[in-house]
């Protein structure tokens, strides 16, 4: 028997950062090892991603996950014990098949991400190394670039704005830790000055404050501001990125901005957002046009894509195919990749894969929902994606990313050194 075989798969109910159940896994090897690992979960989700299974029962809204932890303790179980856990495909293209669907619907992408997770972190364990060593080796790194949200909006905050993420990047910083320091001075600014205009009404779901304003460029004013206020300069050191998650408010190619009561058909959001490139240091921007409006996003990428980073999220879905769909078809340049889009974590690191090789952005992302689970951050560096998205400067399920992030450069040869510029799309002009 191998060393490294599988002899544990066992699942139980814990709790995210919206208070809701999710899944939690433990595997065991034979040596040993264990590895452990939380599913994260969506709130804008796309319409093509792996689902979670939630029991839709009266409890919890709905919510509870009892059936995806019998799937993890019965058959995935099974099916697992006696694997070898290093061969991560094997794991994956097992959990696949036994479930059968086309996107995780039969024992839950929440399921399936955490298994696949909690493997990967067992089979590290064994190697007794960190998971960014063992899914890199040499290559691992350099440190992500971190994209992290100031206002939150859309979905996570009760459609308070029509645009969901507010964020920055630290466009200047020459390292890891300078690109932290930067956004707390900014987050803290942008505090400073709601409570002063008597706008401070605590955070949406992902830490980044409450958005109190009458319009979606009110909020982009006051993110330039927040940055100067830091003693930082916009558009040189601290970067405006947004996520415009616009499947929320359109579909068929007519959008509803609700904060300002207008509609407008996909070439009019396209020419908005468009004229807050012209007027805002914006480098990067998600899902500008729904997942369907495949010509829009097409429109919008000819029209910017070679200035700033067009990310797909619900559009591309963490999927390799569409990946390459999109790339064929020049609809955006960067892939959002998050693992429980996709359901296993070979599925997530094939679509990265295909990204990079279509010359696109890679950012690995968290979800709305999170727990203390790190992995994400262990995924960024170990796959070498230039980018990483968790979400806001505050509460510690965004915080215990960025703190595992200070700690992996502490070991990562090169430490917090960042991407070369030229990498990113908004710095090849
Ligand atoms: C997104 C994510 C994170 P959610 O849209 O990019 O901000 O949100 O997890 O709700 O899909
Ligand atoms: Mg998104």
């Known amino acids: 028997m ?50 979670d299974l939630r029991d839709g029962e009266e409890t919890f809204g709905g919510l509870d996950v009892t059936q995806a932890i019998s799937g993890i303790d019965g058959e995935i179980s099974s099916a697992l014990v006696g694997l070898d856990g290093v061969d991560q495909v094997a794991v994956d293209d097992t959990l696949i098949s036994l479930d059968g669907t086309p996107n995780k619907a039969r024992l839950g992408g929440n399921a399936t991400v955490a298994v696949s997770m909690a493997v990967a972190h067992a089979s590290a364990a064994s190697e007794g190394v960190p998971l960014w060593q063992y899914l890199g080796g040499a290559n691992a790194g350099p440190m992500p670039l971190p994209e992290i949200q100031i206002f939150g909006g859309g979905a996570h905050a009760a459609r308070r704005v029509d645009v969901q993420d507010f964020m920055v ?74 996520d415009i998650a616009a499947s929320e408010f359109g579909e068929a190619g007519l959008y509803r901005l609700g904060l300002e009561e207008r509609e407008l058909d996909s070439d009019a959001l396209s020419d908005m957002l468009v004229g807050w490139t012209e007027r805002y240091p914006i480098v990067s921007i998600e899902d500008p046009l729904g997942e369907d409006d495949e010509a829009g996003l097409r429109k919008f990428t000819a029209a910017v894509g070679n200035r700033i980073q067009i990310i797909g999220d619900d559009y591309l879905v963490t999927n390799a195919r569409r990946v390459e769909d999109a790339a064929a078809r020049s609809a955006c340049n960067a892939l959002l990749c998050k693992p429980n889009q996709a359901g296993t974590l070979s599925e997530a690191k094939a679509a990265a894969d295909a990204a990079r090789k279509a010359n696109f952005g890679v950012i690995v992302s968290a979800r709305s929902g999170e727990t203390e689970d790190a992995t994400i951050v262990h995924l960024a560096v170990g796959w070498s994606a230039p980018q990483l998205k968790v979400g806001s400067f505050a509460r510690s399920e965004r915080m215990v990313k960025w703190n595992e992030g200070l700690r992996v450069l502490e070991a990562l040869p090169g430490g917090g050194r960042l991407p070369p510029r030229e990498l990113f799309p908004w710095g090849q002009n």
Do not use: H
């Open 2 to 51: 191998s060393k490294t075989q599988i002899v544990g798969v066992k699942g139980r109910r814990v709790w995210d950062s919206r208070g809701r159940p999710t899944v939690e896994v433990d595997v065991t090897l034979e040596c040993g090892a264990m590895g452990r690992a939380i599913a994260p979960a969506g709130a804008s989700r796309g319409r093509a991603e792996a689902v």
């Open 169 to 242: 990047i630290a466009t200047g910083a020459e390292d890891f830790a300078m690109a932290l320091d930067w956004t707390a001075e900014v987050y803290r600014a942008a505090g400073q000055t709601m409570e002063e205009q008597g706008l401070l009404q605590g955070v949406a779901d992902e830490g980044g404050y409450w958005p109190a304003f009458d319009t979606n460029e009110a909020a982009l004013d006051n993110l330039v501001a927040a940055i100067e206020r830091a003693g930082l300069v916009p558009g040189d050191q601290v970067s405006i990125s947004l």
